[in-house]
């Protein structure tokens, strides 16, 4: 874009050979491209003559350059005035009830060759107290602006020598953050006797503004105030109207805004939703084309016109017609805005469904058209797989085919409706009944009486639970169920299972590392790993004597600088963790520390990846360890069905509801306190303590299975569909950054994506390489082996009577649990973080539990991996 004879970015002050002049700094140089394209300037002092000269500017000195900042990644070189030089402040301005703080102006300056027009609108800068940057080339203009986003542009448009001025223009136009720059064209200035040219072609380039060509800082200093107390000011406001907007896009009440003649100009998305219009079908319609509904009173229109034309905000109840024909009723408050000249411009109109049996119907149909309208493919891919033996959903069509005795459901036609509908209740669910009831008055016999099995099941507690088929369907699914997900049967016998707890708080006889350098050879090498999924866990428990949890805390926790944050030394972290350790039952085949290292392990691994990280925060990632550590302390070894049958004192304290998870956090925060040199909480605040733990018992009682699929439905509703959602629409570079951004503004969906993290941890087992996954599932089917022995032993009922080790098929049991609790919950998990390593081992080792219960294996291996 250089004109001919000029070297790229090259600045040659006269008589000066092989001397680039840059406002005043003298620079040796033998090539023109060691000097900068683009360069900052701050608060300098011209001299004190009217104009500025070269000769009286100083060269800065070393230091003053290595001061000098950085713009859009290249060094440049300033000058630094020492007296007293306005300093750039931010300015208060007021837009209506708004009251918005302005940061100091910034002004790009583009000029190709230094002279006394750029130093004029460079000192006009500093007198103004304006940030200033001066490119020299296109590239350069148009890469600083990117990153600075002036609120001024002055583009040399003298002389197409040197750069195609209205092309800069153009190109700077067609980025997002040009729509609230002013950019001004400097042109030749012209004699008495010529023409005045036409503005029109830099109007049509994107010029806001001409300026004739003038190096007084006067008059360069008066043009840029000018532009910014008219200009830039208007433009600052607009920018603060996008507030204003977002606030009406995301409001309840639907919103219409009128001009004064009553032309729509803006509905927002509920207004919308309310009346069943796009608004690109109303935007520019007046009031009066559009249908209205006959159910109000003839005066009513020309009562509300009386109030407001005088002025005055009207409010009542009015009946509108939507878009498929049908009249609904509305609150509305219309409000009229003066504007210019003391006349009204506007008439903002706020309107809220009333809640009546016929809006419900409405409503239920608006909701019926667009679910059998709508692209229905993104929920489609992002749903749950059916399962054949889930029952979760009823087919509607097996029920509407079924006989019915209609006259028997019209005798019963809800006597008690008014009073259901007359109720102030506002619970989701309640209003869900509501319209669901409301729709039932007026249909046919067999939509009525299918609504009525949708009314019994949303009237029940456990609305995430997936029924099951009977017994006899699938016995090993239902006896997972019956063991993980429910609180067991009560015993009313005098038959009681004591839970015995032998808190460890002495630790002396364990032998650990002083620091985590100095760990044993064989260990620190297994350790070398532990950031692979593939990592061996059971190479760790080996090596150290089953106290892998000490060993691999101490790596996980100094990784993410577990210590830092919670302010203690290693030797209280080291202590701490031989403490947790300790009571950890070594005597349980699966719950033991071996499984809590794991779960560590696979929580460290999750909090890695790349969405996950952007999503939380430190406090996160620190709770998120702790509880994977403390998330089993103290298991006995059996579910909490059994200790609820067995009436045991875990049981009774905690009213047989999360009865082991509330134990394990409960027990972990009092051995915790109970001991100064492993009191890792000691030097935090109070208020980060209390974030702290809150968010370590909340993710320790999401691993207890009851609220499994309570949990797995909120991720996949609150976080995969909505971030699904945001992709499909927008396709340009940086999304996942701001998706992660959103989901960080909501601590609700940080606390799902916690949970949904440590439950995934917690049963990651068919996820692990395939000799890791079959250790897993022999070490878990042998605990409840051995808890359905004893169930026999006690006379207690036996709530998983397929794992009895005489009969159980294991492969059987894997592939109930992958098929009923896995995979689904995988499949959301990995839509989130991208785990493409763990589906592979998932697919690869279901793949090996089908083949063994094909060939009606019961083992964990094929006969021939057994000989082997």
Known sequence: MNGPGCAPGLLNGPGRKGTATLHGLFIKTDAADSIPSVLAYQSRQPPPCAGPRRKDRREPSASARARAPHCCGIEAETQTSHSSAKQASTTEIQIGPMRLTQDPIQVLLIFAKEDNQSDGFWWACDRAGYRCNIARTPESALECFLDKHQEIIVIDHRNSRYFDAEAICRSLRATKPSEHTVILAVVPGTSSDQEETSVLPLLHAGFDRRFMENSSITACYNELIQIEHGEVRSQFKLRACNAVFTALDHCQEAVEITSEDHVIQYVNPAFERMMGYHKGELIGKELTELPKSDKNHAD?????????????????????????????????????????????????????????????????????????????????????????????????????????????????????????????????????????????ENSPITVAEALDRVLEILRTTELYSPQLGTKDED??????????????????????????????????????????????????????????????????????????????????????????????????????????????????????????????????????????????????EVAALIAATIHDVDHPGRTNSFLCNAGSELAVLYNDTAVLESHHTALAFQLTAKDSKCNIFKNIDRNHYRTLRQAIIDMVLATEMTKHFEHVNKFVNSINKPMASEENSSHSEGSDCESTANIKNFPDNQTLIKRMMIKCADVANPCRPLELCIEWAGRISEEYFAQTDEEKRQGLPVVMPVFDRNTCSIPKSQISFIDYFITDMFDAWDAFAHLPVLMQHLANNYKHWKTLDELKCKSLRLPSENNN
């Not at 030797?571 to 950890?584: G, K, P, V």
């Not at 005597?587 to 952007?614: C, I, M, P, Q, W």
């Open 300 to 440: 009513l229109l020309d009562t509300i016109n009386t109030f407001i034309k005088k002025g005055k905000e009207w409010q009542g109840v009015y009946y509108a017609r939507r878009k498929s024909g049908d009249s609904i009723q509305q609150h509305v408050k219309i409000t009229p805005v003066i504007g210019q000249g003391g006349k009204i411009r506007h008439f903002v109109s706020l309107k809220r469904l009333r809640c009546t049996n016929e809006n419900n119907k409405q409503l239920y149909k608006s909701h019926r058209d667009e679910k059998y309208t709508g692209d229905n493919s993104q929920s489609e891919s992002h749903s749950f797989r059916c399962k054949n033996r889930r029952k979760d959903s009823t087919d509607v069509k097996s029920i509407t085919s079924q006989s019915s005795d209609a006259p028997s459901l019209q005798t019963r036609r809800y006597s008690s409706m008014a009073r259901i509908h007359s109720m102030t209740i506002e619970a989701p669910i309640t209003k869900v009944i509501n319209i669901i009831n409301a729709a039932q």
């Open 475 to 620: 016995p090993h699914t239902s006896d997972l169920v019956g063991g993980l997900m429910t609180d067991g049967l009560r015993r009313l016998s005098g038959n009681e299972y004591v839970f015995s707890k032998n808190v460890n708080l002495s630790h002396s006889h364990l032998s650990v590392p002083v620091t985590i350098n100095d760990v044993p050879p064989c260990i620190a090498q297994l350790l070398d790993n532990e950031e692979s999924w593939d990592f061996n866990i059971f190479e760790l428990e080996a090596v150290t004597n089953k106290r892998p949890l000490v060993y691999l805390g101490l790596k996980v926790f100094a990784r993410f600088g577990v210590a830092e944050f919670l302010n203690c030394s290693e030797a209280t972290l080291r202590a701490w963790l031989q403490m947790i350790e300790a009571n950890y039952h070594s005597s349980n085949s699966y719950h033991n520390s071996t499984h809590a290292a794991d779960v560590l392990h696979a929580t460290a691994f999750f909090l890695g990846k790349e969405r996950v990280k952007g999503s939380l925060d430190h406090l996160d």
